[in-house]
């Protein structure tokens, strides 16, 4: 019998805690990650109002400066600690599949310089449109539709981007170049990075409409994902028959693999708790696990380095707290983390090799304090071990932990 009968993930995607150990080996802008500090650069720098985190125990976590407006509780309700990551990478898949349980020791391939010209041609070729070659290298997502928008609703051609992640993406007015031939074309170029030396993590589609001036990315984005080089505990739960639930690009991130309940994409983080709560809601969700990203973190303010918009994010998500925790169930656990870092603040617009936190709180608690520094696919362990299934690469549970 299942210690906890239901438990909930959400991936606050981007809110790292701290510098880990290894961060000089990253860089952003030429910038090693060694300084960078999502969580502590926002509170010190515009201040980080989160009462409802704070209780469950997010001031308590060890640093060597605790976060600046972001007291310790001397009885918080849940537990809290700060994982580190052990895989070669910073970008979303590497964390997420991490959290999972697997061990990513090979890093995807990433492309500083753009994209090389035999993939630019091979694209053109089957699509018939020309890239626009000055777009070709990282980008901001929005910046790039601003600078290229005009020239591709003139001309037709595809707007081909990257980032520090192992990403391709393709932007297209919905207008002039419609949607499924976006995604039909973002398929092909799937098909041809599916191995080294061009091996990406995602293509990602991405919508957008308005005027020069005034673009607007639209809800229609698509991941298109490879599947996990290994079973997750997403494919333990799943092969003994027990629901998943997704909510959010967590299908995307996993290709589908382990999911039997998909809850969609979110428009935005306040959609994604509205399908969150509605999935916990359910009567149809009576046992099992709940994997939730709120990506508006990272995707509007962290690689935009806005570290005000980040921190009302943070507002706005910790104001929807209470209303998650109404939902749960006497044996629910909820369980709050990150993937990686986006200090706002940094050098660069690229992740940030950080720690990330760890909250859990559970109505059926009886105690509260912290848990041992741990590491990112110690979650999976711990998801394993309630439900009575193996665990995945790597990670060790601390379920005995949770009373």
């Known amino acids: 019998m299942s210690k906890?009968?239901?438990?909930h993930l959400?991936?606050?995607?981007?809110?790292?805690?701290?510098?880990?150990?290894?961060?000089?080996?990253?860089?952003?802008?030429?910038?090693?990650?060694?300084?960078?500090?999502?969580l502590g650069h926002i509170s010190k720098t515009v201040g980080l109002n989160v009462p409802n985190m704070a209780k469950l125990g997010l001031g308590n976590i060890p640093r060597e400066q605790p976060l600046k407006t972001v007291p310790a509780e001397s009885n918080p309700t849940g537990y809290a600690t700060k994982l580190e990551e052990v895989s070669l990478g910073k970008d979303t898949m590497t964390g997420h599949w991490e959290i999972m349980g697997l061990n990513i020791t090979e890093p995807f391939d990433t492309f500083w310089n753009g994209f090389p010209e035999e993939i630019l041609t091979q694209i053109e070729e089957f699509s018939g449109r020309k890239v626009i070659r000055e777009a070709n290298k990282p980008y901001s997502g929005t910046a790039v539709i601003d600078d290229f928008g005009p020239r591709q609703m003139e001309t037709g051609e595809l707007i081909i981007y990257t980032s520090?992640?192992?990403?391709?993406?393709?932007?297209?007015?919905?207008?002039?170049?419609?949607v499924e031939e976006l995604y039909r074309i973002c398929e092909f170029a799937r098909s041809i990075t599916l191995?080294?030396?061009?091996?990406?993590?995602?293509?990602?589609?991405?919508?957008?409409?308005g005027e020069p001036g005034n673009f607007t990315r639209t809800s229609?984005?698509?991941?298109l994902a490879i599947s996990p080089f290994a079973p997750t505990v997403l494919d333990k739960l799943n092969e003994a028959g027990i629901?998943?639930?997704?909510?959010?690009?967590?299908?995307d991130i996993f290709n589908g693999e382990g999911i039997n309940h998909d809850m969609g994409h979110n428009k935005s983080n306040n959609h994604g708790v509205d399908n969150l709560i509605k999935a916990m809601t359910s009567e149809d969700f009576k046992h099992g696990f709940s994997f939730t990203n709120l990506v508006d973190f990272d995707a509007l303010y962290g690689h935009r380095r806005n570290p005000q918009g980040y921190r009302d994010c943070l507002h706005e998500f910790d104001e929807r707290l209470p209303e998650i925790i109404a939902a749960m169930k006497e044996d629910d656990l909820l369980m709050i983390t990150a993937d990686h870092g986006n200090d706002p603040t940094y050098a660069g617009t690229d992740h940030t090799r950080e720690y990330i936190p760890f909250l859990a709180y559970s109505p059926s608690f009886k105690c509260s304090g912290l848990i041992p520094v741990g590491h990112f696919a110690d979650i999976s362990a711990t998801i394993a071990d309630n439900f009575g299934v193996e665990k995945a690469m790597i990670g060790e549970s601390f379920l005995d932990k949770l009373v």
């Open 4 to 7: 906890f009968n239901r438990m």
């Open 10 to 38: 959400i991936v606050l995607d981007s809110v790292g805690i701290g510098a880990a150990p290894d961060a000089n080996n990253f860089v952003n802008a030429g910038v090693p990650d060694g300084a960078s500090d999502t």
């Open 164 to 178: 520090a992640d192992p990403v391709l993406q393709i932007a297209a007015h919905e207008d002039f170049i419609p």
């Open 195 to 209: 191995e080294r030396p061009a091996l990406l993590g995602r293509i990602i589609a991405r919508p957008y409409v």
């Open 220 to 223: 229609n984005r698509r991941d």
């Open 243 to 251: 629901d998943t639930y997704s909510v959010g690009k967590i299908s």
